[in-house]
């Protein structure tokens, strides 16, 4: 959270600028919930062979972030993973 | 060359019909020659909007069929001599249209008409397909709610894979109260989302209510809403209109009365 977004009251029109953005990207991405749904199932299915995660702490999704190639923005996946025990499993 | 102009929008019941009727209406009194064409088959709605229902002969889909000329289903405004409908047929479906057809319709009226206003009906199916089929512009009408805005985006989208050369937004039915108080999105906002050229803000007036009663556009009228829609009018015909302030939300009057009152 950047110090503008701290000093911005989270009025209503602000939840929902915020919520509208968020929704638009994936919108925009082509991608549908059942497909982030597939997305995040396999990304936990993988990362659950090596290490112990937070399945309720887990939060996938699409954003945006600024492309380091061309000025502007483009859509990133975001994957913020609580790791709860890091398994010695071979 | 008239210019072939689609009112369009994804969402329901936002006002793409009575943002039609008002601008097309305004495009009249601005002494261009003006045809709304209700494309929305199955609901009709522009004629009672406009207050033309009761002088329908022939419709939309009979001259696509071929059943009469143009001309004959053209309802002349009694209003405005230069202002025409071409209503849509109640009893039929969108796939009675293709948009070929549409295309075709819209270069014929080209050649009579200043301006074809296209009144496109809510989704992203047939009926939006063959509104937009022969549209140089298209005019995205959004309230400033995230189910509007969302749905404006998508239209957006296929808006700019379709031939379309220019679109424009018209954030309507703000309630610059709310927005003050931070409880609704401003025009600025939706911009900043939709990232697309604004031509209009329409506020909420009662006054929209009332004129749809009477079947008589309210543009041009001593209004908020009627003021906005003329300057979407004069913005579409090229003229440079500074945009309403909407936070005088008061007419001169009532603004001299609540001085009187405070003082």
């Known amino acids: 959270m950047s110090l503008a977004d701290f000093f911005r009251k989270k009025t209503s029109s602000n939840i929902a600028k915020d919520r509208l953005k968020l929704v638009l990207v994936s919108d925009r991405a082509g991608c549908s919930p059942e497909i982030m749904e597939q997305i995040k199932n396999d990304i936990i299915a993988v990362i659950s062979r090596y290490i112990e995660i937070d399945m309720e702490g887990l939060d996938i999704k699409i954003t945006q972030t600024e492309s380091e190639t061309n000025n502007g923005t483009v859509p990133a996946l975001f994957a913020n993973i609580p790791i709860k025990d890091l398994k010695t499993k071979k | ?263």
Do not use: W
């Open chain 2, 1 to 263: 060359m008239g210019e072939v102009i689609v009112v369009t929008s994804g969402k329901g019941g936002v006002g793409k019909t009575t943002s039609t009727a008002n601008i097309g209406t305004g495009l009249a009194k601005l002494d261009k020659k003006v045809v709304l064409i209700d494309t929305d088959i199955g609901l009709r709605n522009l004629d009672v909007v406009m207050g033309l229902e009761n002088r329908i002969v022939y419709n939309l889909v009979d001259v696509i069929e071929g059943n009469c000329r143009i001309k004959q289903a053209l309802i002349k405004d009694k209003r405005y001599p230069n202002l025409y409908l071409l209503p849509s047929a109640q009893t039929r479906d969108k796939t009675s249209v293709t948009p070929e057809q549409m295309k075709k319709l819209a270069d014929e009226l080209r050649e009579e008409f200043d301006y074809i206003l296209m009144d496109c009906p809510a989704g992203i199916e047939q009926g939006f397909k063959n509104a937009i089929a022969g549209a140089d512009r298209a005019l995205v009408v959004s309230t400033p709610e995230v189910s509007a805005v969302r749905d404006a985006d998508r239209i957006i989208g296929l808006l700019e894979a379709s031939e379309i050369k220019q679109t424009h937004l018209i954030v309507n039915r703000l309630r610059s109260d709310m927005v003050k108080r931070g409880d609704m999105m401003s025009s600025d906002d939706v911009v900043e989302i939709l990232a697309v050229d604004l031509i209009g803000v329409v506020p909420d007036d009662e006054n929209i209510v009332i004129s749809t009663n009477q079947g008589e556009p309210l543009v041009g009228s001593d209004t908020l809403a009627g003021q906005a829609y003329m300057n979407i009018s004069r913005r579409i015909i090229g003229e440079e209109v500074p945009y309403l302030d909407l936070n005088g939300k008061q007419g001169l009057f009532s603004k001299l009365a609540s001085l009187l009152k405070k003082n």
